[in-house]
């Protein structure tokens, strides 16, 4: 085995110098990133525009169980209101125009739901204590399967609603 003390010293040149040195900077840049987005979004969560007191969704205001579902707007679009709660949507099945600008505002009294309608554009997480909401147009009409894509416990699997259009 050779002896290490008698082994040269690697002398790296200043153009190596200089590479170490960017890429340790990349890579603190890149830790820096990270730790503020994450901390950001632990602050407000991405797309979820408004906060709202989950504990108190069934006794006052736009979540309120007679104020679910789809509404008719002034201005000719549609709003659905939708609840996400263990282990269900309510409504569960939810009928919207075609060809007509639909909003869709959803929240959950309990944990993380993840709203989805297959084959569309539609695709949310849905967290308590924010609204999440999503802008569409449904162009023919069909009706299409709404799981959860979130794990939110045991019962999560039957967890699912149906979205319908009528012209």
Known sequence: MADTADAPAVDIGPAEHRWFVVVALVVVFLFVVIIVTGLHWAAQPPSNVEAIDASRLHLAGEFMEGNLGTAMQPDGS????????????????????????????????????????????????????????????????????????????IGHEGMWAREGRRP
């Open 78 to 153: 549609a709003l659905v209101r939708v609840l996400a709660q263990q282990y269900s949507f309510v409504p569960a099945c939810i009928v919207v125009p075609t060809q007509t600008r639909v909003v869709i505002r959803a929240t959950s009294p309990d944990v993380v739901h993840g709203f989805l309608i297959t084959d569309t554009n539609v695709n949310t997480m849905v967290v308590p204590g924010f609204v999440a909401e999503v802008r569409t147009r449904f162009e023919q009409p069909g009706e299409h399967l709404m799981p959860c894509h979130e794990y939110c416990s």
